[in-house]
């Protein structure tokens, strides 16, 4: 996939999800060492990187992270991940690997599913704030 940004990590992400853009602000926040950039699923770019990398669209509703050239991830695994390049303690988060992959993915769907009635939907994807914008692709 081309005009991808070289050594940086892909966050897409639910652009409508309360809890999700939550998510990208603390992740921008912690990302101390610039790794990642944000794609809301949504956005165009986002359904060409899905296409690109063979996951429909219609059957995720999830956090997906792309490391073009090398892999990707989605559900618990990808929430490990980022947290695992964050700064600080965030990073110790990988400990739950020990947890199978089974149940931290049915854990991980409860949330999925619930996510707009616990936290709310927007009408529409976020708009970054000037200074934010570089981190989010088109």
Known sequence: MQNLPLHKKIILFDGVCNLCNSAVQFIIKHDKK???????????LGLDILK??????????????????????????????????????????????IIPNGIRNQLYDYIARNRY???GKKESCMIP????????LE
């Open 52 to 97: 690109y990398i063979g996951i429909d669209f219609t059957k995720i509703d999830s956090i997906v992270l792309y490391e073009p050239g090398v892999a990707y991830y989605y559900k618990s695994d990808a929430a490990l991940q980022i947290a695992k390049s964050l700064n600080g303690l965030y990073s110790f988060g990988i400990i739950f690997k």
């Open 129 to 136: 704030t000037p200074e934010l914008k570089i981190k989010f």
């Open 34 to 44: 610039d790794v990642f950039r944000f794609v809301p699923l949504q956005s165009d």
């Open 117 to 119: 009635n616990w936290f």
